[in-house]
């Protein structure tokens, strides 16, 4: 997968255990994220209301997984590397 714009870099995470808080600022009203696996399935999705949103991630550790995030006309995509939970 690859990122489709240059916003990747206002797109960041932050693991706490078995949460995950998605940093990213919406263009739109209607901004979702979708987490998907190395073949492209969505695992996770959901909508971004805010700079920050928190997802349950604990049935997702040890994957390798990307974010994607639709907002508006543009996506964005970016790995992401999850921790396992101590």
């Known amino acids: 997968m690859e990122p489709n714009t240059n916003r990747t870099a206002g797109l960041r995470f932050e693991q706490h255990g078995d949460m995950l808080t998605l940093r990213y600022t919406p263009n739109s009203g209607e901004a979702l994220f979708d987490i998907c696996d190395q073949a492209g399935h969505i695992l996770k999705s959901g ?20 974010v994607m995030i639709l907002d508006g006309d543009e996506s964005t995509v970016k790995p992401l590397h999850l921790a396992k939970a101590s």
């Open 47 to 66: 909508g971004i209301t805010g700079l920050e949103t928190r997802i349950r991630i604990a049935e997702l550790m040890g994957e390798e997984l990307y």
